[in-house]
């Protein structure tokens, strides 16, 4: 098929049956479940025998089952709630933007492996509004929940992510005092739909290092997630340096600085 394709100048669509790109391309989470299980169920042979392989297409309906399978070709084990977590972000991913692409989810999980479970974070972005526009001073007001309470402030900046950054500053002011090291924006995959990959380091009063990524459709969500996840394992590190730990945990090794 491929040879006459070649020689003709005539694509084979990707619905074509059996020879086409999306022959045995699974999306549904019970779908893809059930191929997992016993894919005799929506595979009448093994796609191998057509030099095919069987492939998941991640969107809004993916589930963790089709994570699993993608992580473990790649030799990546997550837990149940990693797992989970990583088919939530998809999912909600995959309600903007139609299809995602295997870096995307490899990105998307990178991120989530390497941050910091949920009731381990002392600091949580409860809401982000920002202004910007052609004439308009960039303004950000975030809402940041820290032990119980709610902390607001609002601050202006050069762009978007640049007034974000700072209302978050000027939010945690009286916890502690956090630099800016380095800031990395990365387009995972072509398209002004791509997914945008932030990396930030900041540096405590001590000159700890701390490293975090996030990745996000919205580059200004996708900077200030790091951003607070960076601050996140900060506190987490003086936090346990100090031996204020709760409930007596002990060290996490995300919460380590990096030597510079």
Known sequence: SRLVEKYSLIHNPPNYPIVGR?????RSGIHVHGVIEEPACYEPFDPS???QSRRIVFGKH???HGVKMFLEQLGIRATEEQLSAIAAKVRELGEAKKVLMDEDVF???EAVLGGIPEGERPLKLKELVVVTGSNVTPTASVSIEMGGREIRAASTGVGPVDASAKAIE???GAIGHYTLDEFRVEAITGGTDS???VEVSIRDRMMNRFKARAVDDDIVMASVTALID???RAMLYERL???RGQGGATAQPDARPIKA
């Open 22 to 26: 999306n022959a045995f391309a699974h």
């Open 49 to 51: 025998l057509v030099g």
């Open 62 to 64: 993916t589930g963790k």
């Open 107 to 109: 990105a998307i999980a």
């Open 170 to 172: 000027k939010a945690i």
């Open 195 to 197: 997914l945008a990959s």
């Open 230 to 232: 960076a601050i996140n």
């Open 241 to 243: 340096r100090s031996g």
